[in-house]
């Protein structure tokens, strides 16, 4: 009987970390595809595992918005999510084909996963 509750307990696990990994897959697919300047010609490989962080500070967001403007892969004026007030952010990376040119970038992601606050060109 006490096998059965670790069974349950373990797949409940699994499913809920595979949903918060979905969201924000979908939230940086959609970013990318709206924002990249020739997001026509981008193919998405792989993302990393979703992880979160409070040791960004609000400098450091601006800095990492400013970098990924001057980068020129994505569009000028690029409208982000404000960072959190707790100063908790998700981040995944991303990893895509752009123009036969591979491409890996993180993405900080607001505490609800639906929006970007930053993205960082590696």
Known sequence: ???????????IA??????R???????????????LNDSK??????????????????????AIRNAAEQGGRYRRGISYAPASKRGMLYIVRVNYRLNNDEHSDTYYLNETLDEVVAVKNN
């Open 41 to 62: 010609q981008m193919k998405i490989t792989d993302f990393s595992r979703l992880d979160s962080t409070t040791k960004v500070k609000d400098s450091t967001v601006v």
């Open 14 to 19: 699994v499913v809920s970390c595979t949903g």
């Open 21 to 35: 990994q979905g969201e924000a897959e979908k939230t940086v697919a959609n970013f990318m595809e709206a924002n």
């Open 1 to 11: 009987m006490k096998a059965i509750y670790i069974i349950i307990g373990v797949a």
